[in-house]
């Protein structure tokens, strides 16, 4: 169970940041047209700075919750690396279980603002608002798969193998 979860988990979290880059990548396009036209042709397109605004929004959560696999997120760890093995260990599973909370109430929350907004359009898009706050939910699952996972290996003595060392 834990091979198939730790397959899903790692498909899962590459295929996030392969969307994260192409976002950024969109996204910086986005800029440099608005620049572009603002300065080079004297008019800026109303829709640019939504759209790259929403498409951070996008990156940035998704990608942070990526970061909970990886671990690659803010951490300050050396208190607790100085720690024996079982109050680290404790530390850990602390740390984890408030991720899992915090990872539950943005998917439970943030998906009833994504409902409560799914009626409201974003002007210069056409889109609808909850669009921008869907990757709330999204972000938010990710994040209690991925502690979960965590979790699990923490139980059983492993280590979650990251897409990369």
């Not at 942070?64 to 599973?93: N, W």
Request: hydrophobic share 60%; with cysteine.
């Amino acid at each position: 169970m834990l091979d198939s979860l730790a397959f899903i988990s790692r498909w899962i979290s590459r295929a996030t940041l392969a969307f994260a880059a192409i976002g950024l990548i969109a996204m910086t396009a986005i800029i440099g047209w608005a620049v572009f036209a603002r300065y080079g042709l004297g008019d800026a397109p109303a829709w640019a700075e939504q759209a790259a605004l929403l498409l951070m929004v996008w990156f940035v959560l998704l990608a942070a919750a990526v970061g909970v696999r990886e671990q690659f997120h803010l951490g300050m760890s050396a208190a607790i690396d100085a720690m024996p093995a079982l109050p680290r260990r404790l530390c850990r599973v602390v740390s984890l279980l408030a991720m899992a909370a915090f990872g539950l109430a943005m998917g439970v929350w943030g998906g009833e603002l994504v409902a409560r907004t799914w009626a409201f359009d974003i002007p210069t898009l056409g889109l609808p608002r909850g669009a921008a706050y869907l990757p709330l939910p999204i972000a938010g699952w990710m994040t209690v798969l991925f502690s979960v996972e965590h979790l699990i290996c923490e139980a059983r003595g492993r280590k979650v193998e990251p897409l990369w060392n």
